[in-house]
């Protein structure tokens, strides 16, 4: 029974405690509710009664900027984009516009915050495409609601952050770092695609390497420098042997000859591959193959050594012979009233530089090889012009772009490459180094030196042809001021479409302009070594086009197919300029049918059609300039060069140099005066 009673006693209490607690719970959920049925209003029913939100105004928030737009580099062409997020209460409006377009806010347009009001986050974006000047410059972000505006600026900059830049060796290609802003970095590009990278093709390389195919092995060669890499065969190398020349190879010892006399000297080797063999004077090269022969002068004493080569690095050289030469001279002739002859000064004896060939590259385009063989190419890319094929030190290219009446093309620029230094010569006579301006125009008849890293560039305009000069090589020459001659790579341009290349004779080139051994019948030596008659399969063979953008040019028409009707009269008109008498000298030493050929063809297809300068006479100027600059012909030391041709331009009929100085400068970029240079305010 005592049991029994405990047992009830706690269910009554447990009740008891279960009523306070629904009771305390009722009383929480009644707090600050209103019933539905109460009717605090004269017969009214409230908002949440028919079911409707009521909307209590809230205290707002102006925008915050959760991220601002930043600064971009686009290059000419390209796309750049603005991102800009902020947050508020109520939700803020957005816009990206110019800065000089943006809207001032009328606040009293907006709504006030009310409960249903979020703090939320707004994103905005632009993107402006195909951008070019105009586009440049400040952008602002804006950001507003009824309690406050933010903006935030940021600035488009249009710049190539690839401009006057080039990749060494003609394998890279550059890309610009527009993340960061500035910077460039030279690229190799993908030779293809991925599926094919690992198909099993094996090849040897002429630098001795095994390949699974000719891409990897490009890929590799790019990324490895491995200039001119190519294929030497298919299949594995198999075993390199080092070149080893024969030791029971004569060595000739001393040799004492006089001037004019034959020397001649072989030298043979083994290895695998077979090694190429050259030949130096000193550190100079002088000559390649199996024998070596020469009728010195007195400044060819010297040590001459033989070189085997293969696999493109492995060398192994041998001393042949230290040569005397002696020059011969005639008794003197007595006299019976002698003179004294005047103290001999060596800066009193005018010396010409040592030898060099000319390559002539102009209108619409037409090239006269190193060794005087002459095309036309009509491409419409970068192409190498000129460069050394044995050392590698130096390659000339030149920008070729459309211009005439139908499918020609014209010299946009030309740009040196010396020893990692380079310099790009502009329409214009305007010259660009690494996005720095140098400007000619402004410093006429005097010497500007462009200092660079391993070399310098020597300019010179004298108003009408800008002169670039840079020295290779300094020779040993006691007649000489300084003691030394100096070989040289010189460049002219007439700030148009025409280039002059001058090469020392003795380097072996390759490129549009032949490879300079003298004979015009092997000039067109494709990339790949294989030879070709047809000029679109060779100009292609140089093309500088990493990415195969440039489309290949159609075959060359005849200036008949370009003329039409007006042949006769055009060819009469320029046989006509080339016939005048101030060319008369000029004609003894350069033939003019080649040009008066392209004066034809280019007076008819018209190049750029500037009334200013009229084709047939940029032709006319290249000759002009061919004429009165040094012309080495092969075999000579002394250069020609004709004076006479000054002031051709009046009997021609043409512009002369003054006419043609401002219409020259409009087809280039805009350059300032002497003032504004020196005040340093132009890039």
């Not at 009521?54 to 205290?59: F, H, T, Y």
């Given at each position: 029974?005592?049991?029994v009673?405990?047992v009830v006693?706690m269910v009554l209490?447990e009740?008891?405690g279960?009523?306070?607690?629904r009771?305390?719970?009722?009383?929480?959920?009644?707090?600050?509710?209103?019933?539905r049925?109460?009717n605090k209003?004269?017969?009214?029913t409230?908002?949440k009664?028919?079911g409707?939100p009521?909307?209590?105004?809230?205290?707002g928030?102006?925008p915050v900027?959760v991220?601002?737009?930043m600064?971009?580099?686009?290059p000419?062409?390209?796309?750049?984009?603005?991102?800009c997020?902020?947050?508020?209460?109520p939700?803020p409006?957005?816009?990206i516009?110019?800065?000089?377009?943006?809207?001032?806010?009328?606040f009293?347009?907006?709504?006030?915050a009310t409960?249903?009001s979020?703090?939320q986050h707004?994103?905005?974006?632009?993107?402006i495409?195909?951008?070019?000047?105009?586009?440049e410059?400040w952008y602002t972000?804006?950001?507003?609601n009824k309690?406050g505006?933010?903006?935030?600026?940021?600035?488009?900059?249009i710049?190539?952050?690839c401009?006057?830049?080039?990749?060494?060796?003609?394998?890279?290609?550059?890309?610009?770092?527009?993340?960061?802003?500035?910077?460039?970095?030279?690229?190799?590009?993908?030779?293809?695609?991925?599926?094919?990278?690992?198909?099993?093709?094996?090849v040897?390389?002429n630098?001795?390497?095994?390949?699974g195919?000719?891409?990897?092995?490009k890929?590799?060669?790019c990324y490895?420098?491995?200039?001119g890499?190519?294929?030497m065969?298919?299949?594995?190398?198999g075993?390199?042997?080092?070149p080893v020349?024969?030791e029971?190879?004569?060595?000739?010892?001393?040799?004492?000859?006089f001037?004019g006399?034959e020397?001649?000297?072989e030298c043979?080797?083994?290895?695998?591959p077979?090694?190429?063999?050259?030949?130096?004077?000193?550190?100079?090269?002088i000559?390649e193959g199996?024998?070596?022969?020469?009728y010195p002068?007195?400044?060819?004493?010297g040590e001459?050594?033989?070189?085997?080569?293969?696999?493109m690095r492995n060398?192994?050289?041998?001393?042949?012979?230290?040569v005397?030469?002696?020059?011969?001279?005639?008794?003197?002739i007595?006299?019976?009233t002698?003179?004294p002859?005047?103290e001999?000064?060596p800066?009193?004896?005018?010396?010409?530089?040592?030898p060099?060939?000319t390559?002539a590259?102009?209108g619409?385009?037409?090239?006269?090889?190193?060794?005087?063989?002459a095309?036309?190419?009509?491409?419409t890319?970068?192409?190498v012009l000129a460069?050394?094929c044995?050392?590698?030190?130096?390659?000339v290219?030149?920008?070729?772009?459309?211009?005439?009446?139908?499918?020609?093309?014209?010299l946009?620029?030309?740009?040196?490459?010396?020893?990692?230094d380079?310099?790009?010569?502009?329409r214009?006579?305007?010259?660009?180094?690494n996005?720095?301006?140098v400007?000619?125009k402004?410093?006429?008849?005097k010497k500007?030196?462009?200092?660079?890293?391993?070399?310098?560039?020597?300019?010179?305009?004298?108003g009408?042809?800008l002169?670039?000069?840079?020295?290779l090589?300094?020779?040993p020459?006691p007649d000489?001021?300084?003691?030394?001659d100096?070989e040289k790579?010189?460049?002219y341009?007439?700030g148009?479409?025409?280039a002059h290349?001058?090469?020392?004779?003795?380097t072996?080139?390759?490129?549009?302009?032949?490879?300079?051994?003298?004979?015009?019948?092997n000039?067109?030596?494709?990339?790949?070594?294989?030879?070709?008659?047809d000029p679109?399969e060779f100009g292609?063979?140089?093309?500088i086009?990493p990415?195969k953008?440039?489309?290949?040019?159609?075959?060359?028409?005849?200036?008949?197919?370009?003329?039409?009707?007006?042949?006769?009269a055009?060819?009469t008109?320029?046989e006509?300029?080339?016939?005048?008498?101030?060319f008369a000298?000029?004609?003894?030493?350069?033939d003019?049918?080649?040009?008066?050929?392209?004066?034809?063809?280019?007076?008819?297809e018209?190049?750029m059609?500037?009334?200013?300068?009229?084709?047939?006479?940029v032709?006319?100027?290249a000759?002009?300039?061919?004429?009165?600059k040094?012309f080495?012909?092969q075999?000579?030391?002394?250069p020609v060069?004709t004076?006479?041709v000054?002031g051709?331009e009046?009997e021609a009929?043409?512009?002369?140099?003054?006419d043609?100085f401002?219409?020259t400068?409009?087809?280039?970029?805009?350059?300032?005066?002497?003032e504004e240079e020196l005040a340093?305010?132009?890039k």
């Open positions: 029974r005592v049991i009673l405990l006693i209490v009740a008891k279960g009523r306070k607690k009771k305390n719970r009722m009383k929480v959920k009644a707090k600050g509710h209103v019933p049925n109460v209003g004269k017969g009214k409230s908002a009664a028919s409707k009521v909307n209590v105004k809230v205290e928030k102006p900027f991220s601002v737009p600064n971009i580099t686009v000419p062409g390209g796309s750049g984009t603005f991102h997020n902020a947050t508020a209460i939700t409006q957005m816009t516009t110019k800065k000089d377009q943006v809207i001032e806010p009328d009293d347009n907006f709504k006030d409960s249903n979020h703090s707004t994103s905005n974006a632009i993107t495409s195909n951008v070019d000047k105009p586009n410059g972000c804006q950001a507003v309690y505006v933010i903006r935030s600026d940021a600035y488009l900059r710049k190539d952050l401009e006057g830049v080039v990749c060494p060796g003609g394998m890279k290609y550059c890309q610009g770092k527009y993340t960061e802003g500035e910077g460039h970095e030279c690229v190799c590009p993908q030779y293809c695609p991925i599926n094919e990278f690992y198909a099993r093709d094996e040897c390389s630098y001795c390497e095994d390949y195919n000719e891409c990897q092995m890929s590799a060669g490895q420098d491995q200039y890499v190519e294929v065969h298919r299949g594995r190398c075993a390199v042997k080092e020349i024969d029971d190879e004569d060595t000739y010892g001393e040799i004492n000859i001037e006399e020397i001649t000297m043979h080797a083994q290895g695998t077979e090694p190429q063999i050259k030949w130096y004077k000193g550190n100079e090269l000559a199996n024998e070596m022969s020469l002068s007195e400044s060819d004493t001459y050594f033989c070189e085997a080569v293969n696999c060398r192994v050289s041998k001393r042949m012979a230290v005397f030469v002696t020059s011969i001279t005639s008794p003197a007595p006299t019976t002698p003179t002859s005047p001999y000064n800066a009193n004896i005018e010396i010409p530089d040592p060099r060939s390559c590259v102009f619409d385009p037409h090239f006269l090889t190193y060794d005087q063989r095309y036309t190419y009509m491409g890319c970068d192409n460069m050394d044995e050392m590698g030190r130096w390659f290219y030149g920008r070729m772009r459309p211009c005439g009446k139908s499918d020609g093309s014209c946009e620029t030309v740009t040196a490459y010396v020893d990692t380079v310099l790009e010569l502009q214009g006579w305007l010259v660009n180094r996005g720095g301006k400007v000619p402004n410093h006429v008849g500007i030196v462009v200092e660079g890293r391993y070399n310098n560039f020597t300019l010179l305009f004298d009408n042809i002169e670039l000069s840079a020295v090589n300094r020779i020459n000489r001021k300084d003691g030394f100096e790579l010189v460049i341009w007439d148009y479409v025409s290349i001058q090469t020392p004779r003795q072996r080139t390759c490129g549009m302009c032949g490879n300079n051994d003298g004979d015009p019948a000039d067109m030596r494709m990339r790949r070594r294989g030879m070709t008659d679109v292609n063979s140089w093309k086009d990415r953008r440039c489309t290949d040019p159609e075959p060359r028409k005849t200036p008949e197919e370009v003329c039409g009707d007006e042949y006769e055009t060819k008109e320029c006509r300029i080339f016939n005048i008498e101030k000298t000029c004609r003894e030493n350069h003019p049918e080649e040009w008066i050929e392209a004066c034809i063809y280019d007076q008819c018209g190049l059609q500037r009334e200013e300068l009229p084709p047939k006479c032709v006319a100027n000759y002009a300039t061919r004429c009165r040094d080495w012909f075999g000579e030391n002394t060069k004076k006479t000054d051709w009046e009929g043409c512009p002369d140099a003054e043609r401002q219409p400068l409009d087809v280039g970029c805009p350059q300032p005066t002497l340093g305010n132009f």
